[in-house]
């Protein structure tokens, strides 16, 4: 994709600062229809495959039945302090499963036809986050945890996968058919596009989970566009920004749907939740 409108003239001295948003942990609700049973030996066998120096905590004590954490010594996280291992958690809530939690991405599961039928079934749930690993790069980052979980969603067979940064449902098969096709830094689960009808006319559609990432997300308003079309540039615009980091500048021009078009991207704040801090591509505004 011929992303940038590099012919733009810029002051040789101007700082150019590019946008970004706080990253958050990345955590991803396990949904099951029947209370999940712990299956330590058989999930470290399937951790170590992916991890050599892997390595698990006691889990003889109190929280033994609710907790398990586990270090990633292929992934040294660089601290001013010394050297420590990207690490994973699985947790138990103490508050039971509710349903509430998912209305707002029951709506917005275009990708998942069947989602709220299977969801909807679930009762009890496991949180799965990464911990100390924010100062990998965001690629490293990506591709550990997904190690991570995938390895667990095929030890522990939940019914569905609720993925809390990018909003979206996933059926457990289809994310890992992603991995194995894929590969450990595909963005299939961690992203999603969503799509609003605007009060008064027009429509908004945006991308998230990149924020959670430490970058930024892109929205797009429209009126005489094709959603599908719109939500492929989103997801080519997320993809990019993912491969390269955070360089679009704010007014930049980006591709457009139309052949040679250039659509100028605003830095702005979120329209929709999560709050964050996006790219706001003006179509036929160039």
Known sequence: MALFNWGKKK?????????????????????FENEPVWQDAILEQELVRYFPLFSSTDISGKDGDRSRQYFFRNYMVHYKEGDLPAQGTIFKPEKPFSQDTLTHAYRQAWHWH?????????????????????????????????????????????????????????DPQEYLRQIDE?????????????????????????????????????????????PGQIAGLLYSYAQYIYDFGSVIENGNTVEGIEQGSRWPCVYSNAAVDPKRFVIDVKPGEA
């Open 114 to 170: 069947t989602a709220q039928e299977v969801a909807g079934k679930c009762t009890y749930d496991l949180m799965v986050t990464d911990l100390m690993s924010m100062l990998l790069s965001h690629r490293d980052r990506v591709a550990y945890f997904q190690k991570f979980l995938s390895a667990v969603v095929r030890i522990m067979k939940p019914q569905a996968l609720y993925f809390t940064s990018s909003d979206k449902l996933v």
């Open 11 to 31: 002051n040789i001295d101007e700082e150019k600062t590019m946008i970004a948003n706080e990253m958050h942990i990345l955590t991803v609700k396990l949904l």
């Open 182 to 226: 894929h590969g450990f830094g595909n963005l299939y689960a961690l992203l999603n596009v969503r799509l609003y009808t605007i009060t008064g006319g027009g429509m908004l559609m945006d991308s998230i989970g990149m924020h959670a990432l430490g970058l930024p997300d892109f929205q797009i308003r429209f009126s005489d566009k094709d």
